[in-house]
């Protein structure tokens, strides 16, 4: 399977403690997003990369979260001292941006990862 | 902040109608993007217009633009029971670059009855 991977897809964990998500991307990928979605919404932005820089990062993004992608390749969001407020599907996407298309390239988006703060 | 608003919230519709969905939106885009989401899973991409294309096809989706009203309808002919879905109207900003982040609506959800 070529598409966007994440792992775990499910995640249970109590108020308070540490959760780190993976996104593995579709390999050629140079951009790799991270979005937030919670029940009956659409959605929210969080955090971008081109290749290992991160180039915007939006203010639901407080200092208890924080994204790397080391290589370029994959990357990891970490949530310190979880919040219930946290629980929600975590969407990683990626796409590839070349000036060549124009630089209109469709995201193509991995099955998320649910967190559950209890 | 959801830029995007989609209109209706929620379609039920009968096996074989069309199902047309509209999304407005409120800054100038690079290009628009709809998609779709199964319940609980990830979003699967199903079109991508840009701001300068006025209507696109394919297969049985049809979107249009219009960027002087700042809205896109999608059309869905000869519905089935498996376009059964979330789906959602996503904008790619211009003050932002294109092929940037991403800015969806809300979502319709639309029922397609056998």
């Known amino acids: 399977d070529t598409g966007v991977s994440q792992d775990p897809r499910h995640k249970i964990t109590k108020r308070g403690q540490n959760v780190t998500f993976r996104c593995d991307p579709i390999?050629?990928?140079?951009?790799l997003y991270w979005y937030r979605q919670t029940l009956g919404q659409g959605p929210e932005f969080l955090t971008y990369?081109?290749?290992?820089?991160?180039?915007?990062k939006s203010r639901l993004l407080s200092d208890r979260f924080s994204a790397e992608r080391p290589k370029g390749s994959f990357s990891t969001l970490e949530i310190q001292r979880t919040e219930q407020g946290d629980s929600a599907m975590y969407l990683c996407?990626?796409?590839?941006?070349?000036?060549?298309?124009?630089?209109?390239?469709?995201?193509?988006f991995g099955p998320g990862t649910r967190l559950t703060v209890l | 902040s959801q830029q995007g608003e989609e209109d209706p919230q929620a379609l039920s519709i009968q096996e074989g109608e069309n199902a047309t969905m509209n999304c407005s939106y409120k800054t100038s885009i690079n290009n628009l993007q709809w998609y779709r989401q199964n319940s609980g899973r990830g979003l699967v991409h199903l079109i991508l217009i840009r701001s300068n294309e006025r209507e696109k096809h394919s297969g049985r989706l049809r979107v249009t633009l219009d960027t002087s009203k700042k809205s896109s309808s999608l059309l869905i002919t000869a519905s089935r029971a498996a376009d059964t879905a979330s789906y959602f109207c996503?904008?790619?900003?211009?003050?932002?670059?294109?092929?940037?982040?991403?800015?969806f609506g809300k979502g319709i959800t639309l029922s397609v009855r056998p």
């Open positions: 990369f081109q290749n290992e820089a991160q180039l915007e």
């Open positions: 996503a904008t790619d900003a211009f003050y932002t670059g294109a092929n940037s982040k991403l800015t």
């Open positions: 996407a990626s796409s590839l941006k070349t000036w060549l298309a124009g630089g209109y390239n469709e995201q193509f």
């Open positions: 390999s050629e990928h140079n951009r």
